[in-house]
């Protein structure tokens, strides 16, 4: 039974009084926040640690820039086996250049693929 002045028979203020189990709503809020911190941190991390691999995968790659285009290439050989078949070259030398040229392209598109 309330009074005036929110006052009970026995003088305790009621709104002093919480339900059961109020008090626990700040401590799950900060629960949450810390865990979604500590997820976040984590997710961070890993991130960060990924990115290094991959940079440190580009610095042993040669660029891209220096080596010579596919299209370059395969250019080379078609003109190369025209040379041959015109007889401006030997067999030997044709077949040395060709697996050269060949290894060069199949390098490079490794690298392409990746």
């Known amino acids: 039974m ?3 002045d929110n006052k009970s028979k026995n ?6 009084v919480k339900p059961d189990g109020a008090g626990n709503n700040t401590s799950n809020l900060f629960a949450v926040g810390a865990a979604f ?37 395969i250019t080379e050989v078609a003109l190369l086996d025209e040379t041959h ?7 030997e030398e044709y077949r040395l250049k060709r697996r050269a040229l060949l290894e060069r392209a199949k390098q490079l598109s490794r690298l392409v693929i990746r």
């Open 2 to 4: 309330t009074l005036k």
């Open 37 to 73: 911190l500590g997820f976040a941190v984590i997710g961070l991390g890993i991130w960060w640690w990924r990115l290094s691999d991959q940079v440190k995968e580009g610095e042993n790659s040669p660029p891209l820039s220096d080596a010579p285009m596919l299209d370059e290439l």
């Open 85 to 91: 078949e015109q007889k401006g070259i030997s067999a």
């Open 11 to 16: 003088g305790v203020f009621l709104s002093n």
